[in-house]
């Protein structure tokens, strides 16, 4: 089981042997595991087996619909800290991915997989990390959008100054590393080592945060702590994703409901000054011809490797059929198992043509025509 990035993406952006099949479902987080989540899931692979079973021969489907019926036979796989579940399958693959944000239950089948519901979660604007730190526990969480904050796996973070005072801390050493090590014992040590100091504490959480999640995935950071920890944690750290403003409140009085409301007020400004930025490019791209929001022109566009920066509407689909090879557009009809949404196709072009592609709520689209474009050239 993977978590969204980048690297996967690509791997469904490449080619594969079609019907591909998409699936996607919203998931209720419950212990014991709730019961809905596997009924949603079979309703929707029988779905996709009607589509399936109404246009292709059933020795190139049934490897896929055993595929789709492998995911979830094991009760534990239902139990887990996901919101959604997006699942992949065509003759040569099956991929399996949890979402930390809700989707609507949806089936596709096509010659490519549908990956449109995926690019609005995958969008760095949008996602943050928070550090709740107090001298009694530390604890990661990353945001997205105003959807609910997901607590992070912080084991490998040090958790008061007390662990702080067996490790090393130099720039050689790792501190997840160190912070795992048995302290080496001297015959004459009988005594318990002193509490680090606050200093020494907050340089090896700031430096196991940067080791553990800042590095890799370039979030911007926001710490949340009592207002006088702020400056000295600032002080200190090396962490170039923590931004200045910080959530300035003891972490063990705020519920993560409240605690996801302070970090979106600080984050959300930010967001929304980038796209209304984007925006206007669009519209002085426009006015120049050098952007369109004509869906045939911009997928000539983004065939030709000419699309920079790709807008969608989020809640706008165009049924049609695509040919990347003769690069014809068919309306899709009623009962067409092979239509696909219009907008994912161009968003696919644009991203294997190392464009960006930004999925935004209908309220912020420039254009009610479902997508806008800047052109390179």
């Known amino acids: 089981m993977r978590l969204t990035n980048t690297a ?80 992949f399958a065509s003759p040569d693959v099956l991929r399996v991915i949890d979402l930390h944000k809700p989707v609507r239950p949806a089936t596709h089948v096509a010659d490519s ?41 912080s084991q490998n973070l040090p958790q008061d100054p007390g662990v702080v005072s067996k490790m090393r801390l130099t720039h050689q050493v790792s501190a997840t590393e160190d912070l795992h090590t048995p302290p080496t014992q001297f015959p004459d040590e009988g005594t318990a080592a002193a509490p680090a100091s606050l200093d020494a504490f907050f340089r090896a959480v700031d430096k196991a945060v940067w080791e553990n999640f800042s590095r890799d995935t370039g979030l911007p950071l926001l710490l949340c702590a009592v207002e006088h920890y702020h400056p000295q944690f600032h002080a200190i750290s090396n962490n170039p994703q923590l931004l200045p403003e910080g959530i300035k409140h003891d972490p063990q009085n705020l519920g993560v409901e409240r605690l996801r409301q302070e970090a979106w ?37 983004a065939t030709d490797g000419r699309v920079q920066t790709l807008l969608i509407d989020a809640a706008h689909e165009i049924p049609a059929r695509f040919d990347p090879i003769t690069g014809r557009i068919a309306a899709a009809t009623p009962v067409d198992p092979h239509a696909d949404d219009l907008l994912d196709e161009v968003a696919e072009v644009v991203l294997r043509a190392d464009g960006e592609v930004l999925v935004l709520p209908p309220e912020m689209m420039p254009t009610d025509q479902g997508l806008a474009a800047i052109y390179r050239y």
């Open 113 to 153: 997989f549908h990956i449109k519901p995926l690019l609005r979660i995958l969008q760095s604007d949008e996602r943050y990390h928070v550090l709740t730190l107090t001298q009694r526990h530390v604890q990661m969480f990353e945001g997205a959008g105003d959807m609910p904050l997901v607590p992070l796996d």
């Open 265 to 301: 007020a600080i984050i959300e400004p930010g967001v929304r000054a980038r796209i209304e930025t984007v925006t206007d490019q669009f519209r002085a791209a426009k006015a120049h011809q050098k952007g369109s929001d004509e869906p045939v022109e911009v997928l000539q566009a």
């Open 8 to 87: 996967w993406l690509r791997d469904l952006l490449d080619p594969h042997f079609p019907p591909c099949v998409s699936i996607y479902l919203p998931t209720e987080r419950a212990k014991p595991p709730a019961t809905q989540n596997p009924r949603l899931y079979r309703d929707l692979v029988d779905q996709a087996e009607r589509v399936l079973a109404s246009d292709y021969r059933s020795r190139i489907t049934r490897p896929i619909v055993e595929k789709l019926h492998s995911v979830g036979r094991d009760d534990g796989f239902w139990v887990g800290d996901r919101d959604g579940l997006a699942v």
